[in-house]
């Protein structure tokens, strides 16, 4: 299930808030209207635009709302969730048999792991049902890179634009040296572009590709647990081991806790058979 990722948004929103406060600290409202330029903004967005549509294909320009969208999303299956999932399925089908995982899953809303239990009720050798899973998380990543790719050109050709902008504003301003009153727009304009577009690569599209990508390595590795779980009903595996060989995957933190957990039952048991 997916649920809203708040610390994207506060991220933007807080650099833009540091900013302003910066600049007002010093110039007041009056200081921050001074960075308010149109020529500058038109230079930094309509490059971009331009930029982005010569790069890329239609098809993949519009898909970037889904793209961005999904650095504001997180996946919420956590891992010992899934364990127990994993835990509960092979009990099942070691006690009625495979077929009966069907029942099962209605209530499993990941589709990777409805898709790997039909391969496996429907008798696939495991060797096929990795290929198939492991072909799947393949396509997967191959998606999420050129997605990706995106919003790195954007954080790549904004600084570039920037500087395109400040050329522009160094042009106007060395050719109206003549006339003071027009030194300080061309000026602006010259330092307010290098501003906005090294602002959106570093507060908004470098940051948010790299979480992209490191959503896309979260997402790998909970798919290879689900494979090796998909595995492990199929062959019939003890609970038990299964149990250990997922707890693996877990960090440190939650094993230590889940331990406590147990040690803290196991005590309250003997408690009250005392």
Do not use: C
């Not at 089908?93 to 499993?108: F, T, Y």
């Not at 106007?172 to 959106?200: E, F, I, K, R």
């Amino acid at each position: 299930m997916r649920k809203r990722d708040i610390l994207t948004p506060i991220g933007i929103t807080l650099g833009f808030i540091m900013i302003m406060l910066a600049i007002m600290s010093k110039g007041g409202t009056a200081g921050a209207s001074l960075f308010l330029d149109i020529s500058s903004i038109f230079i930094v967005i309509g490059g971009l635009i331009a930029s982005m549509l010569i790069n890329f294909k239609m098809e993949q320009i519009k898909l970037t709302n889904k793209i961005i969208s999904e650095a504001f999303h997180k996946n919420d299956l956590k891992l010992p969730e899934l364990i127990s999932l994993f835990i509960r399925l092979s009990e099942r089908a070691r006690r009625e048999g495979l077929l009966a995982l069907e029942n099962e899953l209605e209530e499993v809303e990941d589709p990777f792991i409805r898709k790997g239990i039909l391969l496996a009720v429907d008798g696939i050798e495991p060797e096929v049902i990795k290929d198939i899973m492991n072909a799947e998380i393949t396509a997967m990543e191959d998606r999420h890179y050129r997605g990706r790719t995106l919003v790195e050109k954007a954080g790549e050709y904004a600084p570039a634009w920037g500087m395109i902008g400040t050329l522009v504003g160094l042009v106007l301003m060395l050719n109206n040296l003549q006339d003071p009153t027009a030194l300080g727009p061309s000026m602006a304009v010259a330092l307010l572009t290098t501003l906005y577009g090294t602002v959106l690569a570093n507060l908004v599209f470098v940051p948010m590709a790299s979480k992209l990508e490191t959503k896309t390595e979260e997402e790998v590795f909970i798919k290879q647990i689900i494979i090796e779980g998909v595995i492990g009903v199929q062959s019939g595996q003890n609970p038990r081991i299964l149990e250990e060989k997922l707890s693996a995957f877990l960090p440190n933190d939650v094993k230590d806790k889940q331990e406590e957990q147990e040690d803290s039952g196991f005590v309250g048991e003997k408690i009250n058979e005392a």
